[in-house]
């Protein structure tokens, strides 16, 4: 099992890990985990919220040692894992690229990695995933739902996090195994409006198109006018 470093409170369980590896040695897997985040970090400088102690927040320390073009693996083996956790409880679970994880359309879970960077290789990584699980009420606007909310039952973090810790580890072997090909594969599977009309936003406004995957970059490729085009995060929003 992983060294796991319990906090009562913190800023960002990110930050903190970005900051352990500047200061310490720290071992592959070290994991910091806490009730409390008061300034959660989330995809496109958007706030993580999260109730004080009711859902999983954490950051996984990895040592990867990946090439940068193959970055978009560490997104495709943590949402898997993520997916994989919820699949076992609920059904209707999908990955929406690059990283969410929802249950029918609404946001049960997210994903921020971020990368450090030595001599062309990812050298060291940190998987801030925060899940949510006892929480009753969510702010309309944001169109989330927790696994509460979902099957009217609480659960038990401990348990959860076990079993988010057993997917984990089975998605990143695979990923160690340089088995690009099986993970992209159940991506795809587990993706949300993967080859069906789709709706999304961009700079110029709302259209429909139709995901085909991603490129090698984990760029999304959307047939839009009959004309396949890659986005990347920030050039376009897919809407649910
Ligand atoms: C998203 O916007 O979907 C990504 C959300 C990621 C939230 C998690 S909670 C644990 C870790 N620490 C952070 O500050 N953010 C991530």
Do not use: C
Not at 191 to 210: H, P, Y
């Amino acid at each position: 099992m992983p060294n796991f470093i319990y906090l009562e409170t913190v800023d960002s369980t990110n930050n903190y890990a970005v900051n352990l590896l500047k200061t310490s040695d720290v071992e592959n897997g070290t994991t910091i985990i806490t009730k409390k985040q008061s300034s959660g970090k989330g995809q496109r400088g958007n706030l993580w919220e999260s109730e004080d102690d009711r859902n999983l927040i954490l950051s996984l320390i990895l040592f990867p040692q990946l090439k940068i073009k193959d970055a978009f693996y560490l997104t495709i083996a943590s949402s898997l894992a993520v997916h994989k956790t919820l699949s076992h409880h609920l059904n209707s679970v999908k990955i929406k690229w690059p990283n969410d994880v929802l249950v029918g359309t609404k946001k049960i879970a997210g994903i921020l990695i971020e990368n450090q960077i030595k001599r062309e290789l990812i050298s060291s990584s940190v998987i801030g995933i925060g899940l949510n699980v006892n929480q009753d009420y969510f702010n309309p606007e944001l169109n989330a739902t927790s696994m509460k909310a979902e099957l009217h039952q609480d659960f038990n973090l401990e348990e959860l996090l076990n079993e988010l810790y057993t997917n984990l580890d089975f998605y990143f072997n695979l990923l160690m195994e340089n088995n690009f090909k099986t993970l992209l594969s159940r991506y795809y599977e587990n993706l949300f409006q993967f080859k069906t009309l789709a709706k999304f936003e961009d700079d110029s406004g709302e259209f429909t198109g139709i995901i085909q995957g991603i490129d090698e970059t984990g760029k999304l490729i959307v047939l839009r006018n009959q004309i396949p085009t890659s986005y990347d995060l920030k050039e376009i929003k897919q809407l649910r």
